[in-house]
């Protein structure tokens, strides 16, 4: 089957129209988000990947957000690995050279003398490689390219913002950034993305029910495709009572807008942001934000999203959802690799026009987008085998907790309230135990008992069991917050145990 007879009824949308434009899609002069700032932790420096660079970014004198190659002039080892000093400057660990925010090299101390150290200080080959970055919406956002002509370039584009966070701060009613790295490339999950038709499947008992909502409806497209900008497709009747329109929006590098409208013309938009940090794997930031209506009214069939939840609690229900196609995605990548890229559309079956944005999607990249992502020079361009291991796969350690600080800082008050339930758990039990020996003791001070002995015929008082049952209580509380802190390292998902 022809993989565009989906596009027969929209012509504008040909084959032949894709390929009139000529411009390729330049991926390095771009804004790239690799971090909300305020999950970071700004008293060290973190490591990051882009493109298959490796970069570090960390917080200069002037808390400003900075970005060098993770690679230091002198002999190579790694600034993620060093400190940053009370002066504002970034400390290499190895011989403790310092560089400031624009990565000029600003002391040597094994140089002769002051005069040698300014002398080397001033050679350009002691620069720490320095790229630009802005903070924008809460988001640190890092351009692709380094030296003073990336600077100017990088002044003249936008980073791919969300508008309605500005244009309607009066109505927003939440936003919840969220940070992960997904185990799959930057494509498959725009890909995943594009397509609406998995959601009340994959994300059943969440989105959807797998068995009543997986219903026919039409992919219209409302923007026309664009190197730069993208395009867009609205569902078309919605998938979801009470929304009035849905769009789907890819906006090339790193965003895809999912937009509610609801009835009341209130509106829920998903902002789903990724980058390409090595093959294999991609950074996503996602934000869901509510715009209320004129009325400042949000519709009540949102339930969690009207309510300011702890960003570490939003952090867990975002995780567990996207542990629901992360495993399949992960091995979906490493199949489709025995076919070229070019090829997969052909090969792969793709009849209904729930399929339209991924078939968009897929031949923007081949022939705007140049095919595939242009990894640096020394980062090896070939997949990583896929993981058997799934728990590995579930790893929520490595690909959120670590990198942000909102959740460590949860996790540490968790652990600690941990050890005072179970402390308290003893602290009752012995309680318990001494009321209890008191009471005997008393009795037979009272003449009311002869021995130790007999005290065993005789039930322990009130007080003794409320000890115990505290003691109890308090244990179980502590090992369900044991159990419940593990969704902070790893949380494996089954589809055949979703029922």
């Known amino acids: 089957m022809d993989t565009y007879q989906s596009f027969q009824q929209n012509p504008s949308d040909s084959v032949e129209k894709l390929l009139e434009e000529s411009e390729t899609f330049q991926w390095t002069k771009q804004w790239y988000p690799l971090a909300v700032v305020a999950f970071l932790d700004p008293t060290r420096p973190h490591s990051i990947q882009l493109l298959g660079k490796e970069l570090v970014f960390w917080r200069d004198g002037g808390s400003q957000w900075r970005c060098f190659d993770n690679f230091c002039p002198h002999r190579g080892v790694p600034f993620s690995e060093g400190r940053i000093e009370s002066d504002g400057t970034l400390l290499c660990a190895y011989h403790g050279w310092r560089f400031n925010g624009e990565g000029k090299c600003v002391s040597i101390p094994q140089s002769l003398d002051k005069l040698t150290e300014a002398k080397h200080c001033s050679n350009p080959k002691s620069c720490a490689i320095a790229y630009p970055t802005q903070e924008c919406q809460g988001l640190l956002w890092v351009w692709a390219e ?200 052909e090969e792969l079956y793709l009849p209904n026009p729930q399929d339209k944005m991924v078939v968009t999607f897929r031949k923007w990249l081949e022939y705007r987008a140049g095919g595939e992502i242009p990894w640096a020079s020394g980062c090896n361009p070939e997949l990583p085998p896929p993981e058997r291991d799934k728990q590995k796969l579930f790893d929520l350690w490595t690909t959120h907790t670590q990198h942000c600080l909102v959740c460590q800082n949860a996790l540490k008050n968790i652990n600690r309230l941990t050890v005072l339930v179970y402390l308290a758990s003893i602290v009752c039990l012995c309680l318990g135990i001494l009321v209890d020996a008191r009471s005997v003791a008393v009795q037979i001070l009272a003449g009311q008992m002869r021995t130790f002995s007999s005290a065993l015929v005789v039930p322990p008082s009130g007080l003794f069991w409320w000890a115990v049952g505290s003691a109890i209580f308090f244990a179980l509380v502590g090992y369900m917050l044991k159990k419940f802190s593990r969704f902070f390292y790893v949380y494996e998902f089954e589809h055949s145990q979703n029922d």
């Open 146 to 345: 380094s030296g003073e002509q990336a600077l100017l370039e990088s002044q003249l584009r936008k980073p791919r913002i969300i508008p309605e966070l500005e244009e309607y701060s009066d109505r927003i009613q939440s936003l919840t950034p969220y940070v992960r790295d997904f185990p799959y490339g930057w494509d498959f999950f725009m890909e995943n993305l594009s397509d609406p038709a998995h959601g009340p499947i994959s994300h059943h008992n969440i989105v959807g029910n797998r068995y009543k909502d997986a219903k026919y409806f039409d992919m219209v497209p409302v923007k026309k495709i664009s190197t730069q900008e993208g395009f867009s497709f609205e569902i078309t009747p919605s998938i979801y009572s009470k929304v009035k329109r849905f769009f789907h929006d890819f906006q090339p590098p790193c965003c895809l807008k999912i937009t509610y409208t609801y009835e009341d013309d209130s509106r829920l938009i998903l902002a789903f942001y990724a980058s390409p940090t090595r093959p294999g794997w991609c950074r996503h930031i996602g934000c869901q934000i509510l715009v209320k209506n004129e009325q400042k009214k949000q519709p009540r069939s949102l339930f969690l999203f009207g309510f300011p939840l702890p960003a570490w609690f939003s952090h867990i229900m975002s995780s567990l959802f996207a542990q629901q196609d992360l495993v399949f995605l992960h091995y979906q990548e490493k199949f489709l690799t025995k076919w070229e890229k070019s090829q997969w559309l």
